[in-house]
């Protein structure tokens, strides 16, 4: 049966987050994001910074287990300081949840801004659930260079229209034939290429 908290004093809220127990850790992150609002008020008439709190909490190494908890809660706050929070910690983690929690919240962000954050990511090519993730929040992003068209098209879960092989793209495409995604790459351009040709 799982713990039940009620929110009434600052803190009671801040005991059960630092509880030693798990499961009142967990029930208290749920209360939170059923009542982000009242947590937030509770907190500030005492002075208190929640969303400090769990930033906080989401760095401690004993909060590891919980961490995705916090993450999606302290979102639930709808604060100023949400972005950066998101996009650091999507740099930083290789918490396949932690980044997909991040990663929504990039996702409110303006097309260029997107493309600006994570053109590097997408390149660099890295943690494989971040990879899939920036390639998945520019897919909608058009005008791209070819080298970030083409990893798109490879690793998006978003099908679009991979660049044909020109002038102005073959030499990307020979860099992601050699690249660490040349079996994308290769399977890609068998589907856009007639058959016998290749850059």
């Not at 002038?167 to 007639?194: M, N, R």
């Amino acid at each position: 049966m799982s713990e039940q908290i009620t929110i009434k004093t600052a803190a009671d809220l801040l005991g059960a987050l630092h509880n030693d127990n798990l499961s009142i850790c967990a029930a208290t992150i749920k209360t939170i994001v059923r009542q982000p609002d009242k947590a937030v008020s509770i907190c500030r008439e005492n002075g208190l910074d929640l969303f400090a709190e769990l930033v906080h909490l989401c760095d401690h190494p004993q909060s590891r287990n919980l961490k995705s908890g916090y993450v999606f809660a302290l979102f639930q706050l709808r604060d100023s300081r949400g972005m950066e929070f998101a996009q650091k910690e999507f740099l930083a983690t290789d918490d396949s949840r932690v980044i997909l929690l991040t990663a929504k919240e990039i996702a409110k962000l303006p097309r260029q801004e997107r493309v600006r954050f994570l053109a590097p990511v997408l390149q660099a090519g890295g943690q494989q659930t971040k990879t899939r993730a920036a390639a998945n929040l520019l897919a909608d992003c058009g005008n791209l260079i070819p080298e970030l068209a083409i990893r798109i098209a490879m690793l998006s879960d978003h099908k679009g229209a991979a660049p044909p092989v020109n002038s102005q793209t073959v030499d990307s495409w020979i860099a992601e034939l050699q690249g660490p995604y040349s079996l994308s790459a290769f399977k890609l351009l068998q589907e856009i290429s007639p058959a016998g040709t290749s850059p």
